[in-house]
């Protein structure tokens, strides 16, 4: 969700501005990232940058025998009958499983017209581009992903001139970094995340 919306609007602005987008994938371009590298006009990659994973995944783990054998009992309380989907403290049930998939397909397939409204005709029409695969470099480059193999500075002096100012762009360092105190800082972002799952119930 984060990655349509980031996307989405870079896409407003630089219609909006007219100015050109260009993406450049220095380590991984994968499932989200990819989404957001699609918001570039053209994607720029290194030879052994990695893109593609276009698919959606639901990841968890399964602890009811462990909890089975050390004598502990799940206690949950729920108005609405999915409330508890896909708990990992009971035993996976098909109709979870067919939950899940039926709500994966519709993101599936906005990432899919996502990459095909972005990359249109430059995309290869005899791969299968769209099983959650992934791709290195050149091979991303031949397939359509991507519009070639370069680096930042360089290409960017090459289609503006020399004299191309570049304006690093990062996220702000907390008042807990600044001063080196960056476990208390990670053990904030943690319970930050966890607060943010929690609204879900998750």
């Given at each position: 969700m984060q990655s349509s919306l980031i996307a989405a609007r870079i896409r407003r602005l630089a219609d909006e501005k007219?100015?050109?987008?260009?993406a450049f994938v220095e380590d991984v371009a994968a499932s989200g990232g990819y989404w957001l590298a699609c918001a570039a006009d053209d994607i720029w990659v290194d030879d052994s940058s990695i893109?593609?994973?276009i698919g959606v995944i639901f990841a968890s783990f399964g602890f009811p025998e462990l909890m089975a054998r050390q004598g502990v009992e799940r206690r949950v309380v729920t108005a609405g009958r999915s409330k508890s989907l896909a708990d990992p403290f009971l035993p996976q049930k098909p109709e979870d499983v067919e939950r899940l998939k039926a709500l994966q397909g519709p993101i599936h397939q906005a990432f899919i017209a996502h990459v095909k409204a972005s990359r249109g005709a430059r995309l290869s029409q005899t791969a299968d581009l769209f099983n959650a695969d992934i791709w290195v470099g050149q091979q991303a480059v031949d397939l359509g992903l991507a519009d070639g193999v370069a680096h930042l500075v360089p290409k960017l002096k090459a289609l503006y001139g020399d004299k191309v100012?570049?304006?690093?762009?990062?996220?702000?360092?907390?008042?807990?970094?600044?001063?080196?105190?960056?476990?208390?800082?990670?053990?904030?972002?943690?319970?930050?995340?966890?607060?943010?799952?929690?609204?879900?119930?998750?």
């Amino acid at each position: 969700m984060q990655s349509s919306l980031i996307a989405a609007r870079i896409r407003r602005l630089a219609d909006e501005k007219n100015i050109p987008v260009h993406a450049f994938v220095e380590d991984v371009a994968a499932s989200g990232g990819y989404w957001l590298a699609c918001a570039a006009d053209d994607i720029w990659v290194d030879d052994s940058s990695i893109l593609g994973s276009i698919g959606v995944i639901f990841a968890s783990f399964g602890f009811p025998e462990l909890m089975a054998r050390q004598g502990v009992e799940r206690r949950v309380v729920t108005a609405g009958r999915s409330k508890s989907l896909a708990d990992p403290f009971l035993p996976q049930k098909p109709e979870d499983v067919e939950r899940l998939k039926a709500l994966q397909g519709p993101i599936h397939q906005a990432f899919i017209a996502h990459v095909k409204a972005s990359r249109g005709a430059r995309l290869s029409q005899t791969a299968d581009l769209f099983n959650a695969d992934i791709w290195v470099g050149q091979q991303a480059v031949d397939l359509g992903l991507a519009d070639g193999v370069a680096h930042l500075v360089p290409k960017l002096k090459a289609l503006y001139g020399d004299k191309v100012r570049l304006v690093p762009f990062g996220r702000k360092r907390s008042l807990f970094q600044r001063l080196g105190l960056t476990v208390v800082d990670q053990t904030l972002g943690a319970l930050e995340d966890r607060a943010l799952w929690a609204r879900y119930g998750l």
